[in-house]
């Protein structure tokens, strides 16, 4: 198993895991595997990509006509923690459930 493939799966543990704590009814938050991305999707429709290029995470958020745009905030960092504290902090006024 490569260690982009066990540095995505440890990722997505951790992303399951703020997707858990920040869901509401009405409000589910889920984390899907896509090659080398995770999609995260509120109430079905994705709205945050993270991808991993070799050791460094890329994060995206989709505008309403589909198109992928950098976070602004913080669009490349080294570990999966610094994405969460960036989703946590929702800068694009993203508002999660919890």
């Known amino acids: 198993m490569s260690l982009g493939v066990l540095a995505l799966q440890r990722a997505r543990k951790q992303l399951d895991a703020f997707c858990l704590q920040h869901s509401t009814p009405g409000g589910e938050l889920s984390c899907q595997p896509v090659e080398d991305s995770l999609l995260l999707h509120c109430e ?25 745009i950098a976070w602004p905030h913080l669009p490349v960092c080294d570990d999966i923690q610094q994405v969460i504290e960036q989703l946590d902090q929702a800068p694009l006024h993203v508002h999660w459930g919890g």
């Open 44 to 68: 079905g429709q994705a709205v945050v990509k993270i991808q991993l290029n070799e050791t460094r995470w890329h994060i995206f958020w989709q505008r309403d006509d589909g198109q992928w």
